[in-house]
């Protein structure tokens, strides 16, 4: 059963920047497609971003430019760097897993952009 854990989310002012990562554990990592996704209170879950084992990524359309996802296979973690943040980036963000049929979910960090 693999096991993701996330960490580095927290209060930011508008227009600042907070990095969030995610450990992986077991799960064949280098196999697997590592994302990001966010739901804000009264919302859908929705997709930021995501990163296959070739580092190719995709992004949703409301945070293309601004947000970075990254992986280090050897480490065994997925990174998502949010820069120029927006208060409608307020949400819980939540890193995934998924490996064909399988699919991990952490058990998401919340961001809260405010001033």
């Known amino acids: 059963q693999g096991q993701l854990v996330e960490s580095g989310g927290g209060l930011v002012q508008p227009g600042g920047s907070l990095r969030l990562s995610c450990a992986a554990s077991?799960?064949?990592?280098?196999?697997?497609?590592m994302g990001w996704y966010r739901q804000a209170p009264g919302k859908q879950r929705e997709l930021v971003a995501i990163i296959d084992s070739g580092g190719t990524t995709n992004y949703g359309d409301s945070v293309k430019g601004r947000l970075t996802i990254s992986r280090d296979n050897a480490k065994k973690t997925v990174s998502l760097q949010m820069n120029s943040l927006k208060p409608e980036d307020t949400a819980v963000y939540y890193c995934?897993?998924?490996?064909?049929?399988?699919?991990?979910w952490g058990q998401g960090t919340q961001v809260t952009v405010s001033s």
């Open positions: 995934t897993a998924r490996f064909l049929t399988l699919k991990y």
């Open positions: 077991e799960i064949n990592f280098k196999a697997y497609i």
